[in-house]
Structures are given as structure tokens and as C-alpha cells.
């Protein structure tokens, strides 16, 4: 079945402790990335990767990293999370750019930073 | 100002209503246009791309009014199942990331 899988699905953490949210993708997609939806803001992208080794911001990339090291994987890390963390958390992937094709959503990551 | 603008709701309508939302986006470079649907505490999934002829998938009508910089959905013959948040995405020429409204939350009632 093709699907986008991220890992955990819920977390509890405390302020500095360092996490990482794992995604996988079996679709053998170029594009992937990861964005945050809070109330009332919507869906925010935080990072994006075109390919193996290619990774760029988005529109809230502060406090967190990625890595693209292989095609069917995009970790988010949380170096250091602090409470406006806080948040439900999606990884997502398309085959190309995602402004031609459809974006596949995992089935998200809710995260709770204390 | 947001980049997409949306009623957030929520709609309340009876089953077999029809049903329309609309969405502004500020940048007129915009060149993509979708709506996603999202189901309480789900992740979102494509309903339909948005073309500039208007386009219908049998019960929903997107269009598109590059003029006056807004989509609309239309949902016909409503059904329990229809409720949902309803997104409105756009992406803007040169990026590679779709910009995603808050959403419109529909609730269906019988």
C-alpha cells in the first residue's frame, strides 16, 4: 500500500530534550516535507527536500533540522524543543513539485513540549 | 494580511443542501490551485486540483477567478460524509511549497 509513515504518532517531551520524528515514504517520491498546523494558522511548511541531498527552508524553519540521506526517508530533528513547539506535526511527499502533482500526507505527529 | 484568506466557519447545513466556500489569495503571481479536505484529527488529502475553466468532480465545482484573486467550492446534494475542514491551497510561481489556508470547517447535519 503507498503510503507516507511517521513515527512517533504522539509525544510527550520536555523543554531540551533533543527528538526526532521519523517519515518514510514507499512511493519512491523526489519531492518530500515536512510541515506544523496549528489553530487558526493553518499548515506551515518547515522544511522541504527536492531530492537525496537536497533540502531547503520553509516559512517556519527555527528550531528545527532535516536530512535527506536517502530517498525514501526525511527525518525532522528537534535539537533543543521548546514549548511554541508544541504542535501536530505532518510529513508529506509528491513525486515531483508538489505544485503539478498531489501531496501525500503521513498521518501526522502530534507533539506536546513541556 | 494571510497569503490565503478563508471563512473558518463552521457551515451548519441540512443533508442535501448545497453548500459554498470561498478563498482569497493575495499573491497574483499564483499559478496552482487545489482544495484539500481534512476529517477531524486526519491528515489532509487532495479533493481537487482547481482550473482555470472551472472544473466538476460529480457532486463539487471548483472555479477559479484569477481577476479577482479567489476559488470557490461548491457542494451540491450534501451528505453526512461531506463534513470535514476544507483547505484552500495555492502555490506561487517560483516556489516549490503549496501555501495552505486555515480552512472551512463544514458540519453536515441530517
Known amino acids: 500500500e503507498a503510503q507516507v509513515t511517521q513515527n512517533p504518532r504522539y509525544l510527550i517531551t520536555v523543554t531540551g530534550k533533543k527528538l526526532t520524528v521519523t517519515c518514510s515514504q514507499n512511493m519512491n517520491h523526489e519531492y518530500m516535507s515536512w510541515y506544523r498546523q496549528d489553530p487558526g494558522l493553518g499548515l506551515r511548511q518547515i522544511y522541504y527536500s527536492m531530492n537525496v541531498e537536497v533540502t531547503d527552508k520553509g516559512d517556519v524553519p527555527e528550531g528545527y533540522k532535516v536530512s535527506r540521506k536517502e530517498k525514501r526517508n526525511f527525518p525532522l530533528i528537534l535539537e533543543s524543543p521548546s514549548p511554541n513547539q508544541t504542535s501536530l506535526y505532518f510529513c508529506a511527499s509528491s513525486l515531483n513539485s508538489p505544485n503539478t502533482g498531489e501531496l501525500f500526507f503521513g498521518e501526522g505527529s502530534r507533539l506536546t513540549v513541556l | 494580511r494571510k497569503e490565503v484568506e478563508q471563512d473558518p466557519g463552521p457551515f451548519n447545513v441540512p443533508e442535501g443542501a448545497t453548500v459554498a466556500f470561498n478563498c482569497t489569495y493575495s499573491?497574483?503571481?499564483?499559478?496552482?490551485f487545489f482544495w484539500y479536505r481534512q476529517d477531524c484529527r486526519k491528515e489532509p488529502k487532495l479533493l481537487m486540483s482547481v482550473y482555470s475553466s472551472g472544473n466538476e468532480d460529480g457532486r463539487f465545482t471548483a472555479q477559479l477567478n484569477r481577476a479577482s484573486q479567489y476559488i470557490s467550492l461548491l457542494i451540491r446534494d450534501s451528505k453526512l460524509s461531506d463534513s470535514a475542514t476544507y483547505l484552500c491551497?495555492?502555490?506561487?510561481?517560483?516556489?516549490?511549497?503549496?501555501?495552505f489556508g486555515s480552512g472551512t470547517r463544514l458540519q453536515v447535519q441530517p
Open positions: 491551497v495555492v502555490n506561487e510561481a517560483g516556489r516549490r511549497a503549496l501555501t
Open positions: 499573491n497574483s503571481a499564483s499559478q496552482s
